[in-house]
């Protein structure tokens, strides 16, 4: 390929067709999940009644490789695969010696890198016969991602979405309900502890593990419903790294390899779907990129955190996960990046992270939303908040290239674009976006109920 591409495509033939599972090749297995009310690890069974058996399965796999159905396939098919992108623009805007590479995410139906785990969670459960799926969203990207996937397979989707992203993204909301979910406002009145919170603060921001215990709640009293999860779950990020292998042939297209790979992280499916099949290379000795995960300075999981055995929701109803955690009573500041507002990490993000193989920072709102506006005056693509936390990222390694003269390569992932996020970006650009100082204190305070276990 000549070198002044812009754009690197796969053709559709190049799709993978297998997912990647990392357990394997860590030098380590993570910690199991822990039944909240045994604190012995959880089986199949303790699992059964939010999940179908085959994405159980697929959670405790030892298999290194998992064949892709066809049935998603076909649906995985009206995006995939995704463009990379070489971000040219940006590069001469920061006079920087850097080569700058991004995999674009927005180009599939929901606006982002979501339904890649929302199909086959949908495709599976349709396959058990279940007819409706319940679940979270923060920001709305993954509520979208699975309304769109239950209406592949003739599925309900009933989502509760965190109220302060919410009030401030209302077209996630009509997103949602045109593809045919009904969709509340969390804490919500529809479940007990809902009305709990309600009550005593009816304007309460709600939260990612508040809407999960809504959620989950729903599906547990009901056999005919199961729940559905966008980011966390080992089966979820083993299903974004369809990401990660295409990024890995294209980059091949045109002899590249990355010194440097960043994703932001909230829940860990976007960073684990790129990041994760370049550790596979770089355990394999066959690159050594750095492997950078970013995160809000206002929800620093892995940079504040305890990696430490923590409920995945508020009302501590789920089984309990070793991960980086701020306490799952911690309420993030409403942020507009309501993706990355999740109290805890990915166990398998925090897993690879506590083994010394991935790094972190933190960074304020206000330089990310920065970051996505240089990004959008130069490429051309208004990114996501959530996604602007790597860009920001980028941009700093890039200015550091141009200091020291070094030219590196950087793959980052852009996870979704934000045409539903301009209210946000309307409030940056009138001065009116503050970042959030979080204090120590409040962060012990909110770990002080967290279950001391080994």
Same mark, same amino acid.
């Given at each position: 390929?000549?070198?002044?591409?812009?754009?690197?495509?796969?053709?559709?033939? &190049?799709?993978?067709?297998?997912?990647?599972?990392?357990?394997?090749?860590?030098? $380590?297995?993570?910690?199991?999940?822990?039944?909240?009310?045994?604190?012995?690890? $959880?089986?199949?069974?303790?699992? $059964?009644?939010?999940?179908?058996?085959?994405?159980?399965?697929?959670?405790?796999?030892?298999?290194?490789?998992?064949?892709?159905? #066809?049935?998603?396939?076909?649906?995985?098919?009206?995006?995939?695969?995704?463009? @990379?992108?070489?971000?040219?623009r940006l590069e001469k805007a920061l006079d920087t010696p850097a080569k700058i590479f991004y995999k674009y995410e927005g180009v599939s139906p929901a606006g982002s890198h979501k339904p890649n785990t929302a199909v086959p969670q949908a495709y599976y459960n349709s396959a058990e016969g279940v007819t409706k799926l319940t679940t979270e969203t923060g920001a709305g990207q993954w509520g979208s991602a699975l309304a769109f996937a239950c209406s592949q397979y003739g599925m309900e989707c009933e989502v509760w979405q965190v109220a302060a992203s919410y009030r401030q993204k209302p077209y996630r909301k009509t997103m949602m309900e045109l593809w045919g979910a009904k969709v509340h406002s969390s804490p919500s009145p529809v479940t007990e502890f809902g009305r709990e919170l309600l009550a005593a603060d009816p304007d309460h921001p709600g939260s990612l593990g508040i809407a999960i215990s809504e959620a989950v709640s729903v599906a547990a009293a009901d056999p005919a419903v199961r729940y559905s999860l966008g980011s966390v779950l080992n089966h979820v990020l083993m299903h974004q790294t369809v990401i990660g292998e295409e990024a890995l042939r294209q980059l091949a297209m045109v002899d590249e390899t990355p010194d440097l790979l960043v994703g932001c992280t909230g829940g860990g499916s976007n960073f684990g779907g790129l990041a @994760?099949?370049?550790?596979?290379?770089?355990?394999?000795?066959?690159?050594?990129?750095?492997?950078?995960?970013?995160?809000?300075?206002?929800?620093?999981?892995?940079?504040?955190?305890?990696?430490?055995?923590?409920?995945?929701?508020?009302?501590?109803?789920?089984?309990?996960?070793?991960?980086?955690?701020?306490?799952? #009573?911690?309420?993030?500041?409403?942020?507009?990046? #309501?993706?990355?507002?999740?109290?805890?990490?990915?166990?398998?993000?925090?897993?690879?992270?506590?083994?010394?193989?991935?790094?972190?920072?933190?960074?304020?709102?206000?330089?990310?939303?920065?970051?996505g506006l240089q990004f959008a005056r130069t490429e051309g693509i208004v990114p996501a908040p959530e996604p602007t936390h790597a860009l920001a990222?980028?941009?700093? &390694?890039?200015?550091?290239?141009?200091?020291?003269?070094?030219?590196?390569?950087? @793959?980052?992932?852009?996870?979704?674009?934000?045409? @539903?996020?301009?209210? $946000?970006?309307?409030s940056y650009i009138s001065g009116a976006v503050s970042d959030f100082d979080l204090s120590d204190e409040a962060i012990a305070a909110s770990l002080s109920s967290v279950p001391v276990l080994s």
């Open positions: 390929m000549a070198d002044d591409y812009y754009r690197v495509n796969l053709p559709e033939s &190049e799709l993978p067709t297998q997912w990647y599972n990392v357990i394997p090749d860590l030098p $380590a297995p993570p910690p199991p999940p822990l039944h909240p009310g045994t604190l012995e690890p $959880a089986g199949p069974e303790d699992l $059964a009644p939010l999940f179908p058996m085959a994405l159980i399965l697929q959670e405790v796999s030892s298999d290194s490789y998992i064949d892709i159905p #066809g049935g998603v396939l076909d649906v995985l098919r009206l995006w995939r695969p995704s463009p @990379l992108f070489r971000a040219r @994760l099949p370049f550790l596979r290379e770089k355990l394999a000795g066959n690159m050594a990129p750095t492997i950078r995960c970013v995160e809000p300075a206002s929800c620093p999981t892995l940079t504040k955190g305890e990696y430490r055995y923590d409920f995945g929701d508020t009302a501590c109803s789920t089984p309990l996960f070793k991960m980086h955690t701020l306490g799952h #009573g911690f309420i993030p500041a409403a942020i507009h990046a #309501g993706g990355l507002r999740y109290h805890g990490m990915s166990p398998l993000v925090s897993h690879i992270h506590d083994l010394g193989l991935t790094e972190a920072v933190a960074i304020p709102q206000s330089e990310c939303f920065a970051a990222a980028t941009i700093r &390694e890039a200015l550091a290239c141009k200091e020291s003269g070094e030219s590196r390569t950087i @793959l980052t992932a852009m996870c979704g674009h934000g045409h @539903l996020d301009l209210s $946000a970006y309307e």
